[in-house]
Nanobody, 129 residues
Framework: QVQLVESGGGLVQAGGSLRLSCVVS????????MGWFRQAPGKEREFVAGITWTGGSIWYRDTVKGRFTISRENAKNMVYLEMNKVKPEDTAVYYC??????????????????????WGQGTQVTVSS
């Protein structure tokens, strides 16, 4: 019923920029926190960025701070990840996820992979050097 679909992945040179998008459909209540995760070949899926329903609270993993920006347009059921100054180590499949507990700006579980309820299929980002 609830579906998340990512788009915007592709090949980009190191130092370049890319914008990922995620659209959410289905479900009766969508005041959810949203997150971006990524998984490189042979590695575990890791947290990248998270945002509460209003955008009042935002989290990033340390390695992307100052380079990536998460945002959302709730009227369009969209969440975005702006990736700037990308590095080869950013290469991974990027996944969009939704957390039903993320409706409050007091939410603190954005980085917890197991706490998310819905996941997209992923979009490949490859950074060349």
């Amino acid at each position: 019923q609830v579906q998340l679909v990512e788009s915007g992945g592709g090949l980009v040179q190191a130092g370049g920029s890319l914008r990922l998008s995620c659209v959410v459909s289905g479900g009766s209540f969508r005041m959810w926190g949203m997150g971006w995760f990524r998984q490189a070949p042979g590695k575990e899926r890791e947290f990248v960025a998270g945002i509460t329903w209003t955008g009042g609270s935002i989290w990033y993993r340390d390695t992307v701070k100052g380079r990536f920006t998460i945002s959302r347009e709730n009227a369009k059921n969209m969440v975005y990840l702006e990736m700037n100054k990308v590095k080869p180590e950013d290469t991974a499949v990027y996944y969009c996820a939704a957390d039903r507990k993320g409706g409050s700006d007091h939410y603190t579980g954005a980085s917890n992979l197991s706490g998310y309820d819905y996941w997209g299929q992923g979009t490949q980002v490859t950074v060349s050097s």
